[in-house]
């Protein structure tokens, strides 16, 4: 029994089965999912092949020392921004050995959302070695804190397959 749904259990069963035969590897920075997409690429066995590490940068000051988000980026735009997921997905590549990362930050709530930055809003970003770059910006609504870590992780998986597509 996974701790997942089924579609992110099959989604990461699948990272870790193409990721092990294409020798690629993978670090995640995550915010607002708290670790939870490393711990679904870990759910599956044989994972150690593809997880490199994870940072769960949830503070600002942890996005700074761990994975070199400028304080500049963080006071003009915000945790919560396209320019604060792509400085966290080049932390995460830079700081690590892996071929890929994916990074997230955004607002899970139940509080804490604004008209400028509902309830439900997460930035991804997902990178390789070779270049290829993602960024989304999800607009899930108030899904409950749970729905909408749960429908991150599975868009920073689907972000991953996409940009392993494009990586030699």
Do not use: W
Not at 58 to 85: C, D, F, H, P, W
Not at 87 to 101: E, F, H, I
Not at 104 to 117: E, F, M
């Amino acid at each position: 029994m996974s701790l997942f749904p089924a579609d992110i259990e099959q989604l990461a069963t699948r990272i870790v089965t193409e990721f092990t035969q294409r020798n690629l590897t993978v670090a995640t920075a995550e915010s607002c999912t708290g670790g939870l997409i490393a711990g679904a690429l870990t759910e599956v066995a044989g994972s150690s092949a593809v997880v490199d590490r994870g940072y769960i940068t949830y503070s600002n000051t942890a996005k700074i020392e761990m994975i070199g988000v400028s304080n500049a980026v963080l006071m003009e735009y915000g945790a919560v921004s396209r320019q604060t997921a792509l400085q966290m997905v080049d932390g995460a590549l830079k700081r690590s050995g892996a071929s890929l990362a994916v990074a997230v930050t955004g607002i899970a709530g139940p509080g804490g959302g604004s008209a400028d930055k509902p309830v439900g809003l997460v930035h991804l970003a997902a990178k390789s070695r070779t270049g290829t770059l993602l960024h989304r910006d999800m607009r899930y609504g108030d899904l409950g804190r749970d729905g909408v870590r749960l429908a991150t992780v599975k868009t920073a998986l689907e972000m991953l397959m996409k940009v392993a597509q494009d990586t030699a």
